[in-house]
């Protein structure tokens, strides 16, 4: 899995002329099941996203198509864990210990 760090590199009022295509964008990966949960950091300076696991190659090709990358707006850093443990409602993202 991976714990997806936004950090806006522009303006807020910059960020927020494109919140709306961003949210189309979460909306689209929210559906296709690869986005579990996000939201604001309370500095207001970026968001949060957790995905689940999937190759980094197909989370870049995702994260790249984020509007706010896409205009240079936030810089996304990903960290990457092994879900080993996880509370009974998010049982099914569990992934094995290599």
């Known amino acids: 899995m991976y714990v997806v760090l936004l950090n806006f590199t522009a303006p807020l009022d910059q960020v927020d002329n494109f919140?709306?295509?961003h949210a189309a964008w979460l909306a689209e990966?929210?559906?296709s099941g690869d986005f579990l949960v996000s939201g604001r950091r309370h500095t207001r300076d970026g968001d949060v996203i957790?995905?689940?696991?999937?190759s980094r190659g197909r989370l870049d090709a995702i994260l790249a198509?984020?509007?706010l990358a896409v205009r240079r707006l936030v810089h996304h850093e990903v960290l990457e864990?092994?879900?080993?443990r996880t509370s009974?409602?998010?049982?099914?993202?569990?992934e094995p210990v290599k």
Do not use: G
Not at 81 to 84: G, P
């Open 19 to 21: 919140l709306p295509d």
């Open 29 to 31: 990966h929210y559906a």
């Open 50 to 54: 957790i995905v689940r696991a999937m």
């Open 65 to 67: 198509c984020d509007p």
């Open 81 to 84: 864990f092994q879900a080993s």
């Open 88 to 94: 009974p409602a998010l049982a099914a993202y569990a």
